[in-house]
């Protein structure tokens, strides 16, 4: 078994000629330099594995929002933009920031380019949304094979998990599914906070939002369960309570009732919750399987 070829290393572990461990103690801060093992026939380890699974799962969410947020509609039209302004241009604003735009072409043409199957990826929100899953889902059907070759593991690390930082002036050289997740997320959000109203130069005043004060919007249906029924979900009362002390999942909402304060939880949360670690234990499982069968 080698190394996780994307760099991972395990927490507290060390190869015996680290220069920053004597043995007995540190002499310079290091979380440790020894290889996390493969796993699964692959290069990569289980948590990089794992990641490539969710991001994977995302993907169809995070490309409908997207191309939902592409509205031509918002833009300013060029007879009222020449009436306003005087100006004569006949460039009118784009409708969508540019981050947006090139982020949504640049993964839907590489989920596109990884697919088995599929046509030329759409701009309609629910055609992108299907293209975007059938891509997903032929990707992970041969995500194990492609993971054991170092090339199609840079190629999809690059795509999917590879974070691409905004130099000064906001550009990013690339976009991965990621980067998309971190700016966008894959879910619906509430309206934020305003901060100010700015005129705009079609004499409009637009309105300024704290993007980091959005929260999710539930789904319509989607059930606050509290108590027996959250733990039902759950799989048990004592299930629930493990996943909140380690921070897997946070009541929606903690009112009085009957001079307690009782927590509810999304039934929607829920649900990820209990796939979510139900995936984990099945990675941690089948890398039981394989480290034992290695020293067998």
Not at 127 to 146: C, N
């Amino acid at each position: 078994m080698t190394g996780c070829v994307l760099g991972c290393a395990q927490q507290g572990v060390h190869f015996a000629d680290c220069m920053v461990y004597d043995g007995r103690e540190y002499t310079f801060p290091c979380d440790g330099c020894a290889a996390e093992p493969t796993v699964g026939g692959t290069l990569v380890c289980s948590k990089c594995r794992g990641r490539f699974r969710f991001v994977l799962g995302q993907a169809a969410d995070l490309i409908g929002r997207m191309r939902s947020l592409i509205d031509p509609t918002s833009a300013i039209v060029y007879e009222d933009r020449a009436r306003r302004t005087g100006s004569a241009s006949p460039e009118a604003p784009a409708p969508a920031s540019a981050d947006l735009i090139d982020a949504s072409e640049a993964l839907q043409k590489g989920l596109w380019r990884w697919s088995p199957s599929g046509g030329w990826p759409r701009s309609d929100a629910a055609e992108a949304f299907d293209d975007a899953e059938a891509a997903a889902a032929g990707i992970l059907a041969h995500l194990d094979e492609w993971l054991s070759d170092e090339d199609d593991v840079i190629s999809l690390h690059r795509l999917l998990l590879e974070r691409h930082p905004a130099d000064e002036d906001g550009v990013r050289v690339a976009w991965s599914v990621q980067d998309a997740l971190d700016k966008w997320g894959a879910e619906r959000r509430e309206q934020p906070a305003e901060e100010a109203v700015a005129p705009s130069r079609a004499l409009r005043p637009e309105r300024v939002f704290d993007e980091s004060t959005a929260s999710p919007i539930a789904e319509h249906g989607d059930r606050l369960l509290g108590g027996a029924q959250a733990a039902a979900v759950a799989g048990s009362l004592r299930t629930l309570q493990r996943w909140a002390k380690a921070g897997e999942i946070e009541p929606e909402t903690s009112p009085y009732v009957a001079g307690r304060k009782t927590p509810l939880y999304r039934e929607s949360a829920l649900l990820a919750t209990k796939e979510r670690m139900a995936a984990a234990k099945n990675v941690r499982d089948e890398g039981g399987r394989y480290a034992e069968a290695d020293a067998a």
